[in-house]
């Protein structure tokens, strides 16, 4: 009785999680850690974007901070968030040049309509650091002990319950 009833609580608890994880694999809004100074002071280091993934991208404009892909120093692709700076039309197909903050320069790439990801739509200031943390080994055992102590406290909690029934 007292496995099927850990067991039961356990599936729940892993149920509500992957609910989670597939709406926000479909959410409409996507969030990343910066990990560069390049956006201060809008958005600085740790801060995570929102950005909003359902857009057409002919209703972007200068000044509209984008997320996109692009190549850093022969790195594998990344994401960068970063002002649009000029857009351009060639072909029916759009182009935008990006600038960092505070810069008078555009950056030297150039992005294709099928590299924007979307639009920046708000931050959460700092909490940058609380993901990295979960996403280190470290962070990830401290995770699945937090999700165990849950468990064992709903079984506990369950147990404490039904005894008090049956002394009714």
């Given at each position: 009785m007292k496995l099927q009833a850990m067991i039961r609580n356990g599936t729940k608890l892993i149920g509500l999680i992957i609910l989670v994880m597939t709406v926000l694999h479909f959410?409409?809004?996507?969030?990343?850690?910066i990990i560069?100074?390049?956006?201060?002071?809008?958005?600085?280091?740790?801060?995570?974007?929102?950005?909003?993934?359902?857009?057409?991208?002919?209703?972007?404009?200068?000044?509209?901070?984008i997320a996109f892909h692009t190549t850093l120093l022969n790195q594998d692709d990344v994401i960068v968030v970063h002002y649009v700076h000029e857009i351009t039309e060639e072909?029916?197909?759009?182009?935008?040049k990006t600038i960092a903050e505070g810069q008078s320069e555009p950056d030297r790439?150039?992005?294709?309509?099928?590299?924007?990801?979307?639009?920046?739509?708000?931050?959460?200031?700092?909490?940058?650091?609380?993901?990295?943390?979960?996403?280190?080994?470290?962070?990830?055992?401290?995770?699945?002990l937090n999700i165990g102590i849950i468990v064992a406290w709903i079984y506990v909690d369950d147990k404490s319950t039904k005894a008090k029934h049956e002394k009714k």
């Open positions: 959410s409409p809004f996507v969030m990343y850690r560069t100074p390049s956006m201060q002071p809008t958005i600085k280091i740790n801060d995570v974007v929102i950005i909003s993934r359902w857009i057409d991208t002919d209703s972007i404009e200068v000044g509209d901070i072909n029916n197909t759009l182009t935008f790439w150039v992005i294709n309509e099928d590299d924007v990801v979307g639009i920046y739509t708000s931050k959460i200031s700092g909490i940058g650091r609380i993901l990295e943390f979960f996403g280190s080994l470290i962070g990830q055992i401290v995770l699945i």
